[in-house]
């Protein structure tokens, strides 16, 4: 069974503060990765994915990927109260199939 | 209007009823996937679709069975509900950027 891990939270972090979200994965054979945000009782919403070994930046968001540690994380820069959400991380299976984690719940506290 | 579209947003039906979610796009992507969210458990894939003529079961098909009646529209069933799968459905659609999520049907079976 290809897993997905990440740790349930809830992680409280403060306003203005960087948070860092972990995931780790089974598959040595995943190739992309994704982080979702999603809003209690909505959709998730697509952040950003990754594919290559190393970082990628868009805005406040670095997503971080070690493929031989099967490692990826989400680095949230000047945390706002509106990033409370719970993050999925996700990876890529053969046929474009998701397997996600269950989730980690983000606090920032004003 | 939404690029996917999700009917009905909330159902409640009783134990042995047979009922169906509907999911409609209007992205034009090919690939097409039904998930439930239960808390803690994440997104899970219930079945999933490549074309109009290729339908594939997910890791939790069992109580479920799908129709892909268009390229737009693909549909899960419940032949006889039972109360365990009251959750959380997604349907969403793929390209190789990632996943687009309809607004969720939430269903109660009591």
């Known amino acids: 069974q290809k897993e997905v891990e990440q740790n349930s939270g809830p992680l409280s972090v403060p306003e203005g503060a960087i948070a860092s979200l972990n995931c780790t994965y089974s598959d040595r054979g995943s190739q992309s990765f994704f982080w979702y945000r999603q809003y209690s009782g909505k959709s998730p919403e697509l952040i950003m994915f990754i594919y290559s070994n190393g970082d990628k930046e868009d805005g406040r968001f670095t997503a971080q990927l070690n493929k031989a540690s099967q490692y990826v994380s989400l680095l949230i820069r000047d945390s706002q109260p509106s990033d409370s959400a719970t993050y999925l991380c996700?990876?890529?299976?053969?046929?474009?199939?998701?397997?996600f984690g269950a989730g980690t719940i983000l606090r920032v506290k004003s | 209007d939404a690029d996917v579209t999700q009917t009905p947003r909330n159902r409640i039906t009783k134990t042995g009823k047979r009922i169906m979610l509907e999911c409609s796009q209007t992205k034009g992507h090919d690939r097409m996937y039904w998930y439930r969210q239960d808390p803690g458990l994440g997104l899970r894939l219930i079945y999933y679709?490549?074309?109009?003529?290729?339908?594939n079961k997910g890791e939790i098909s069992d109580g479920y069975s799908v129709s892909r009646q268009a390229q737009a529209k693909f549909s899960l069933s419940l032949e006889s509900a039972i109360p365990n799968q009251t959750a959380l459905y997604f349907c969403a659609t793929s390209d190789m950027s990632g996943y687009t999520f309809g607004s969720g049907t939430r269903l109660t079976v009591v």
């Open positions: 996700a990876a890529m299976e053969y046929g474009n199939k998701l397997v």
């Open positions: 679709s490549f074309d109009v003529k290729d339908i």
